[in-house]
């Protein structure tokens, strides 16, 4: 079975830039994740959508970050404008929806904000 | 809020050393932990859970008691190999529904030869 395919794997923009990226979550899995990494902060919740409908929308990540689900097996991040400070590396991550046992993530793309 | 509190951000051993990374959580209801292990350039991976005071969750050699009174699930192993070495994540649960885990800040493990 595949498992959750992030691309692009490493990007990097420009402050100001629109970036988007993408997300296709485990087959059949019903709630899909997007996190932020760093080393600083850890792991943060950014989205939660179950069968498509967003559930969690990150509370401060609201005004400039924005995750879609446009059908059960794709999932877009889109970051506008981007700072320095959002890079980082944005994890998928997607579960069968019955608990975290299920919970498979992404390997992660590597963003960097000049 | 609920949160989870991992003390050691860095920890290096050598090889059959026992590995200790405390885990102290607080929250507001009766939470299940989780420990998750990333490796280098994968994302995070489930390795076990505990759901009720005094269960011993374990896995690949790993384990951790929950502590309901200590509000603690520390993770322990008895002879950490170079293999070891990842990321390693502390979590919370709290609702069986809407689950959403909460996570600690990592701690890196470093095991050398």
């Known amino acids: 079975d595949a498992g959750v395919t992030q691309t692009p794997r490493h990007e990097v923009a420009e402050k100001g830039q629109t970036i988007i990226l993408k997300c296709e979550p485990v087959s059949g899995h019903n709630d899909l994740f997007w996190y932020r990494q760093t080393k600083i902060q850890g792991l943060e919740l950014l989205s939660y959508?179950?069968?498509?409908?967003?559930?969690?929308d990150g509370g401060a990540f609201k005004d400039r970050f924005k995750a879609e689900m446009l059908n059960s097996s794709f999932s877009t991040l889109k970051i506008q404008p981007t700072e320095p400070k959002d890079s980082a590396v944005y994890l998928c991550?997607?579960?069968?929806?019955?608990?975290?046992?299920?919970?498979?993530f992404g390997s992660g793309t590597r963003l960097t904000v000049l | 809020g609920d949160s989870v509190t991992q003390t050691e951000g860095q920890v290096a051993l050598s090889e059959e050393d026992f590995l200790t990374i405390h885990c102290n959580y607080s929250a507001s209801g009766y939470p299940a932990l989780f420990w998750y292990v990333q490796y280098p350039g994968e994302g995070p991976q489930f390795l076990f859970r505990a759901s009720r005071d005094k269960e011993k969750g374990s896995s690949r050699g790993f384990e951790a008691t929950y502590n309901k009174e200590a509000t603690s699930f520390h993770l322990q192993k008895a002879s950490v190999q170079e293999s070891d070495s990842a990321v390693y994540y502390c979590?919370?649960?709290?609702?069986?529904?809407?689950?959403?885990?909460?996570f600690g800040s990592g701690t890196q493990l470093t095991v050398m030869p």
């Open positions: 979590a919370l649960s709290l609702s069986s529904g809407s689950w959403q885990l909460i």
């Open positions: 991550a997607s579960s069968l929806g019955t608990g975290p046992e299920t919970l498979y």
């Open positions: 959508f179950r069968s498509k409908s967003l559930m969690e």
